[in-house]
């Protein structure tokens, strides 16, 4: 039977070891994962914008979907008036927001990684800000 014995009065507890040098604390990406993520929720990517202006990973996320945002609202109100017009173009509202979607998750995903996901022509136009 071996039982705990408590430390002496005068003695003290060892702490953990610090970790080995050398190891990185985390990666910028990993720090900044809520903003990476805010940066592609719409409108929400003005919080990214406004309030992480030291890390330029974050600015160009938020930059960029800003600009898809932009592109999504422009073609949903292009669908809206098409189907308004005619009502042969009723499917395309629910295409654009899907596609909106798919790339948001996307793009999601691939900044929570620390990579970039390029759009023709909305990258181009994100990266003169």
Known sequence: MSQ?????????????????PGLPLAPSGQRNIAMLV???????ALIPLVVV??????????????????AF?????AASVMTFLSGLFFFLNPLVYLGWL?????????AINGQRLLI?????YADRF
């Open 120 to 124: 023709p022509g909305i990258s181009e």
């Open 73 to 77: 609202i422009a073609l949903s109100l």
């Open 102 to 110: 798919v790339v948001s998750v996307l793009a999601i995903l691939k």
């Open 38 to 44: 805010l940066s592609y929720l719409g409108l929400l």
């Open 4 to 20: 705990d014995v408590p430390p002496l009065p005068g003695s003290s507890v060892s702490p953990p070891p610090p970790p080995p």
């Open 53 to 70: 202006k030291d890390d330029r990973e974050v600015q160009w996320h938020a930059k960029h979907g800003l600009v898809l945002t932009v």
